[in-house]
């Protein structure tokens, strides 16, 4: 059974030659590339070493290599690619936040017509608002709402559901 430095190493090694294939280098362009010798080179590319830390830091500069996806296969190969897709992930983050300011608005004014239209007293009108301006309230009465039905089925299968005829 192979060992966790072992796959690791062989892991990098992998990933290296693709790397170096992928620039059409030979073994002996790299290593100048990242001042290692040759044989340093190969024995890393082989897996029978890790890369330095002084090798690490010229793939990272000199090919924009992502460490992530290195050492954990993690996201974008380059530090460019990862960069764009963290902005592409804040642009959708932005238009999921305008998205749920907008739905949160429609929900207020849908509240408030339909408080208006009930014609409720004066405390149901401010929890309403309440509810809307303060979201962990609407979740925590909700859930309240929600307990209350399922040990009282009865009682609420008695009294009609809003909505049912």
Same mark, same amino acid.
């Given at each position: %059974?192979?060992?966790?430095? =072992?796959?690791?190493?062989?892991?990098?090694?992998?990933?290296? =030659?693709? #790397?170096?294939? $992928?620039?059409? #280098?030979?073994?002996?362009?790299? /290593?100048?590339?990242?001042?290692?010798? &040759?044989?340093? @080179?190969?024995?890393?590319?082989?897996?029978?070493?890790?890369?330095?830390? &002084? %090798?690490?830091?010229?793939?990272?500069?000199?090919?924009?290599?992502?460490?992530?996806?290195?050492?954990?296969?993690?996201?974008?190969?380059?530090? =460019?690619?990862?960069?764009?897709?963290?902005?592409?992930?804040?642009?959708?983050?932005?238009?999921?936040?305008? *998205? #749920?300011?907008? $739905?949160?608005?429609?929900?207020?004014?849908?509240?408030?017509?339909? /408080?208006? /239209?009930?014609?409720?007293?004066?405390? +149901?009108?401010?929890?309403?608002?309440?509810?809307?301006?303060?979201?962990?309230? @609407? @979740?925590?009465?909700? #859930?309240? @709402?929600?307990?209350?039905? +399922?040990?009282?089925?009865?009682? +609420?299968?008695?009294?009609?559901?809003? *909505? $049912?005829?």
């Amino acid at each position: %059974m192979e060992s966790f430095k =072992k796959k690791i190493s062989r892991e990098i090694g992998l990933k290296l =030659k693709t #790397l170096r294939e $992928q620039q059409k #280098l030979s073994q002996t362009e790299m /290593a100048a590339r990242l001042g290692v010798t &040759v044989s340093g @080179y190969s024995k890393n590319e082989k897996g029978e070493n890790k890369p330095g830390i &002084v %090798m690490l830091h010229r793939l990272w500069e000199r090919f924009d290599l992502s460490m992530d996806w290195l050492f954990f296969d993690e996201g974008p190969r380059t530090r =460019k690619e990862k960069k764009k897709r963290e902005a592409e992930l804040e642009q959708e983050l932005e238009e999921l936040k305008r *998205g #749920l300011a907008a $739905q949160r608005e429609t929900d207020e004014q849908g509240w408030q017509e339909r /408080a208006a /239209a009930l014609e409720l007293k004066p405390e +149901v009108k401010e929890l309403l608002e309440q509810m809307v301006r303060i979201p962990m309230l @609407y @979740y925590q009465i909700m #859930l309240s @709402y929600q307990k209350f039905k +399922v040990e009282n089925k009865e009682l +609420v299968e008695i009294s009609g559901e809003p *909505g $049912q005829s």
